[in-house]
């Protein structure tokens, strides 16, 4: 079974610093789907970034870049110049090709953007 | 430009009693998604709908039942709730479905405690 492990339960950054949020999984598929999401307080999860297996070029949405390393299994979040906005729980998911829409959640990190 | 509706939002049952939480989709998604967060996991999905009239278990269904007799509505229905089902429940819909890529759109949420 798919596993996905987001060892740090909770961060903190000074608003406009960087910061980078750890996630690693376990599958023995090669094709499959990574995902960022972001969950602000009170309100809805919304999408952050998708990552494709095949695709070795790493994903970036504006300030939200990751860090893709499929030998290692790993699947991390960079935040530039953070924003108070950007304080929320953040989970990473994992789905793989094989048919089932079976998105499996880490545990998430919770961020806080200090200013 | 509601998205994804739930509804109850909040709600309080005793052991043993019954209750139907709706979601509601205006965007013409085939899938829908009922999750369940409890504190210190991340989301687990409980059943979903590839379609009007299919339902499918996830990873957590005993307990649950589900219907989608309409497109835009998916049901959650609890027959018998116990104290294991206090959560915060969420839906979602898809426009192709997670392992096809698709972006889950996300409702804000419904607390259920089971006393």
Known sequence: ?115 | NAGVTQTPKFRVLKTGQSMTLLCAQDMNHEYMYWYRQDPGMGLRLIHYSVGEGTTAKGEVPDGYNVSRLKKQNFLLGLESAAPSQTSVYFCASSLLGTANTGELFFGEGSRLTVL
């Open chain 1, 1 to 115: 079974a798919q596993t996905v492990t987001q060892s740090q339960p909770e961060m903190s950054v000074q608003e406009a610093e960087t910061v980078t949020l750890s996630c690693t999984y376990d599958t023995s598929e090669s094709n499959y789907y990574l995902f960022w999401y972001k969950q602000p307080p009170s309100r809805q999860m919304i999408l952050v970034i998708r990552q494709e297996a095949y695709k070795q070029q790493n994903a970036t949405e504006n300030r939200f870049s990751v860090n893709f390393q499929k030998a290692a299994k790993s699947f991390s979040l960079k935040i530039s110049d953070s924003q108070l906005g950007d304080t929320a729980m953040y989970f990473c998911a994992f789905i793989g090709r094989g048919g089932s829409e079976k998105l499996v959640f880490g545990k998430g990190t919770k961020l806080t953007v200090n200013p």
